[in-house]
Structure formats: structure tokens, C-alpha cells
Nanobody, 124 residues
Framework: QVQLVESGGGLVQAGGSLRLSCAASGRTFSSYAMGWFRQAPGKEREFVAA????????YYADSVKGRFTISRDNAKNTVYLQMNSLKPEDTAVYYC?????????????????WGQGTQVTVSS
């Protein structure tokens, strides 16, 4: 089992940047594929980015491709989401997620473990 804690959210102006972090408990972090999802008010949770166990494979939603970068540091049990050129439509609660499988990496049902979320608000 793994526990996830996100941090780094906040209020930023359009065009600005934020880096989200997700710290995982346990000694088997490198055995988990990791993902970032987000949920805006009144909308379903949607996929943002995913990274494989070693970091060799990544996926991005079309809406964030070229602006967001997912990375991980297995020595620190942490996954990151660097968000640049932020837009008001990026406003949402951002969640990190973990699963031993990378098969359904872009889908919410592909993850067994979830953090509590961190709010990102982008003002225009």
C-alpha cells in the first residue's frame, strides 16, 4: 500500500508557472506507475499526465502537451508536475495517483491509490 500527499498548489496569474509535488510513503515507490489528474468544479476528473516506473515512458493529455512536464525522483519517493504557461482553464484540484500497472495509465480506473488533492487557481 502507498500513501500520497500532494503539495505546491496555489494562486497564479495566467502565463505563470507552478510545480506540484506528490510524496509517497513506503519503500516500493519505484514499483508504482504514477499519474496526475485534475477535477474542476462541476466536471469529471480528467487525466493530465502519467509516468512509468523508471520514468522512461510518459503520457500527456492534449490540453497540456508542451506546457506541463511530469517527472519522478525514485530516491526521494516523489513525482512532480511542472506546469508552465498556465491558463485559467487549468484551474482545478490536482490529484496524484499510483498503481503497479501502467496499462490504463490515462484512466482514473487505472489507479488504486490517490492523494487528497491540491488546489490550483489560475487568474486571468
Amino acid at each position: 500500500q502507498v500513501q500520497l500527499v500532494e503539495s505546491g498548489g496555489g494562486l497564479v496569474q495566467a502565463g505563470g508557472s507552478l510545480r506540484l509535488s506528490c510524496a509517497a510513503s513506503g519503500r516500493t515507490f519505484s514499483s508504482y506507475a504514477m499519474g496526475w489528474f485534475r477535477q474542476a468544479p462541476g466536471k469529471e476528473r480528467e487525466f493530465v499526465a502519467a509516468i512509468s516506473w523508471s520514468g522512461g515512458s510518459t503520457y500527456y493529455a492534449d490540453s497540456v502537451k508542451g506546457r506541463f512536464t511530469i517527472s519522478r525522483d525514485n530516491a526521494k519517493n516523489t513525482v512532480y508536475l511542472q506546469m508552465n504557461s498556465l491558463k485559467p482553464e487549468d484551474t482545478a484540484v490536482y490529484y496524484c495517483a499510483a498503481d503497479r500497472s501502467f496499462v490504463e495509465a490515462t484512466m482514473t480506473q487505472g489507479y488504486d491509490y490517490w492523494g487528497q488533492g491540491t488546489q490550483v487557481t489560475v487568474s486571468s
